[in-house]
């Protein structure tokens, strides 16, 4: 008999369509471990909830347009399990059990929670969903035993969370869960075309996965580079400009932008030149992408199917491991 593979689980909240950032923060990773791992891709729509709430009615369609972007860039559903959160009670069940034995204050050190609660703008009027929010990615977590775990550096913090509450748990009830160790992407966090914060659709600072490429090219020369490079004939900074940050991530030419950096550092290049070149780089990676996710659209029916499947799985192998998470800690099963 096979030797079971490692567990990874990670996901995204279906807020729609997906970057370049998730394709460098974390979409390259999951594809890298697909074949060594045994993969479970969630659908957070109860981590949406947490801020998003009021959009419930947004929730299907952004659904099907972030996994069609899953497709798109190689996710395979035939290697690995997509499911919709909210489908699986077992995990807010896990939920439930996990915040019995971690402490509000502890909660509330978790730096993205002061960030998120600081971006609504609602003081300390914020709701325990958004607090136990933590807690619930422990959950989802936890609840398929994952070992592995891939994430931003912002959400390393959330990991720990999750390590400490397992060794609670196993301290309380007997070794059950193994702690899981997070996977960092080589390029964790991409800096939006502002030049500013991280690449977000709320900033509307990004470019999308299914961006045409009339709307890429536009996207590039709105970027911002060096403030202090005036004319072309100025030498201009290479570290820390955004759109060179962009040719190290997405430009397979290496001695196009080494040529490029050479000549921004000496004056001899323009800005609209090294832009054009990235447009070109990253439409050259786009469009394979765009092309399967043309596919998807015309099928969305089949994403469906895809996630319909996928939820059943996760749900029978998330009531077998509930049912062990109960006896092991000795509930009452009448």
Known sequence: MAEAKPVLVTGDRPTGRLHLGHLVGSLYNRIAFQDDYDCYFLVADLHMLTTHYDKVKEVEQNTLEMVMDW???GMDPGK??????SQIPYITELYAILAMICGV???????????KIQDMGVGDNYSVGLLGYPVLMAADILMFKATKVPVGEDQLSHIELTRELARRFNFLYGEFFQEPDPVISK????VGLDGDRKMSKSLDNCIYLSDDV?????RVMSMFTDPNRIRADIPGKVEGNPV?????AFNKNTAEIDDL???????????????????????DLLEP?????????????????????????????????MDQIISAMGLFKP
């Open 71 to 73: 497709l798109s860039v």
């Open 261 to 283: 950096k050479d000549r921004y550092r000496t004056g001899n290049v323009g800005d609209v030149e090294v832009k054009k070149k990235l447009s070109a780089a990253i439409n």
């Open 105 to 115: 204050p502890r909660a509330e050190r978790i730096p993205t929670l002061k960030d």
């Open 244 to 248: 060179f940050i962009y040719h190290d």
């Open 80 to 85: 690995s399990t997509f499911y919709v959160q």
């Open 214 to 218: 009339g709307q890429v090219n536009k």
């Open 187 to 190: 390029t964790s966090r991409l």
């Open 289 to 321: 992408i765009r092309e399967k996710r043309s596919e998807y659209e015309s099928r969305p029916d089949d994403v469906r199917d895809i996630l319909r499947e996928g939820t059943k799985r996760a749900h029978d192998k998330a009531h077998e491991n």
